[in-house]
């Protein structure tokens, strides 16, 4: 809930291979996507994260980074896939293609 300040809580979500990081802030309503996750210190304590590169969103679906937060916004940032989806169910696809001819 927004308090009388004018301020909002919002959670900054990144997803490491072995971990979560989870980040709890206050912000003044009318805070961007981009200015809260600068905020949070992520980028600090990730140095990995590029978001020219990962893309960013508020509950699974794509935001820009100039997206203004509402009251208990989660801010996901996402990493970039290793290999493409529809590349890896082919090769697999593939493969199993071949065991089958055997």
Do not use: W
């Not at 140095?47 to 208990?72: F, H, M, N, Q, W």
């Amino acid at each position: 809930m927004a308090d009388q300040i004018g301020n909002i809580r919002v959670q900054v979500c990144f997803a490491k291979r072995d971990m979560q990081v989870l980040r709890d802030l206050l912000v003044p309503e009318g805070t961007t996507l981009f200015e809260a996750i600068h905020r949070s210190g992520v980028l600090r304590d990730e140095p990995e994260l590029d978001l020219s590169v990962c893309a960013v969103g508020i509950y699974g679906k794509l935001r820009e980074p100039d997206t203004r937060l509402r009251d208990r916004d989660r801010i996901e940032i996402y990493r970039r896939l290793i290999a493409d989806p529809k590349e890896s169910r082919r090769k697999r696809a593939e493969k199993k293609e071949q065991k089958k001819a055997r």
